[in-house]
């Protein structure tokens, strides 16, 4: 075994990237005789490892060089700002629940400086603009897309860094969390160009109701992917879906970790990959109410700490609405605000 490990470790060290077979063959004929099922799995969590590492650098490399270009080489942002997006149709029940989270995630954006834009459109109108596609997240879609294209030089004369997309039936509970924080907990500065949360229930990895994305040419590139997958426009979990989709193909490395999950591992640590940061539901994007009984059986694990996002459940703004009056003291201006 001391030739084996000596020998991959040479080679490793002299060839970062050198394909399995390759190291395979070389150890192989070192030994003179065949691996052994233990020194085969060696050698593929070495590549993994090596490849996963590589990645890492480039993406870093990337968003380097990036925001040299865009900000200058001697004067690269040191600070990020963040713009807040939402949107909803005006003709449908989510007028309501989109207005009401509108206005406790707008008294959050004042509170700490954050930009905030709200999208109200009719549902016709929102469909033909996504049409052939007919499920209302993949508008989500277009107007990120339409910001970092067409707004582009909006985005920079701003100093906008990040966006943050937050579903019409998702608003900030916890107000005293920030960005800033968020984003240094996920990786410090510009160190990953994509911040969310695994989804509500083990069907998907990821859920899309709030993320957070870096304004560059990886998430234009990732929502470009998005939009043009057509396996789930009429598929669960449509966007959503295609979202994991992209980033399973692009080799990020999510499905490597099982179980995903942290309400079912129960390791609550952040996942890291090379361009995407996955926060625990709770941390960032949860459906459970504090006196859920997910909740209280967790001990209060599970309690949200950032931003309460009820998807798939009824009865949505009155969650939402005691949510908001769990949380928030009842002589804030945040209460005047939301007691509509």
């Known amino acids: ?22 190291i395979a063959e070389r150890v192989t004929a070192a030994k003179g005789s065949d691996l052994s099922r233990e020194e085969r799995v060696a050698i593929s969590k070495v590549c993994m490892a090596r490849r996963y590492a590589h990645k890492c650098a480039e993406a870093a490399e990337e968003r ?3 925001d040299e270009e865009r900000w200058g080489s001697e ?11 939402t949107a909803y149709t005006t003709d449908t029940y989510y007028a309501d629940i989109g207005s009401f989270c509108a206005a406790v995630n707008t008294v959050y954006c004042k509170r700490h400086g954050y930009l905030f ?47 943050l997309w937050i579903d019409a039936d998702a608003c900030v509970v916890e107000q005293d969390v920030t960005l800033e924080g968020v984003l240094v907990r996920a990786g410090g500065g510009s160190g990953c160009d994509l911040v969310i949360a695994e989804d509500q229930s083990p069907a998907c990895l990821l859920n899309s109701g709030v993320f957070m994305i870096r304004v560059g040419a990886w998430a234009e590139r990732l929502l470009q992917a998005m939009w043009d997958e057509p396996k789930y426009h009429t598929k669960r979990h449509y966007e959503q879906s295609a979202l994991e989709k992209v980033l399973k193909q692009w080799g990020e490395g999510l499905e490597a970790i099982q179980p995903f999950h942290s309400y079912v591992s129960g390791n609550r640590s952040l996942k890291h990959f090379p361009h995407v940061c996955v926060l ?15 909740v209280v059986q967790s001990d209060g694990q599970e309690r949200a700490t950032f931003i309460f996002h009820p998807a798939g459940r009824r009865g949505k703004l009155e969650l939402l609405r005691k949510m908001v009056q769990l949380r928030a003291p009842r002589d804030t201006d945040t209460d005047a605000d939301t007691d509509k």
Not at 121 to 147: N, S, T
Not at 153 to 163: N, S
Request: hydrophobic content about 45%.
């Open 1 to 22: 075994m001391s030739v084996f490990t000596s020998e991959l470790e040479a080679l490793v060290a002299k060839e970062p990237l050198i394909p399995y077979r390759a």
């Open 75 to 85: 004067c690269v942002q040191s600070t990020n700002r963040f713009l807040v997006l």
């Open 64 to 66: 380097k060089t990036e």
């Open 280 to 294: 625990p539901r709770r941390d960032f994007n949860t459906h459970l109410v504090d006196d859920d009984a997910e």
């Open 117 to 163: 834009r709200e999208v109200t459109l009719p549902l016709g109108e929102m469909q033909a603009q996504i049409a052939p596609r007919d499920f209302g997240g993949y508008h989500k879609v277009l107007l990120l897309l339409a910001l970092l294209r067409d707004e582009r030089a909006y985005l920079t004369a701003a100093g906008v860094t990040h966006i």
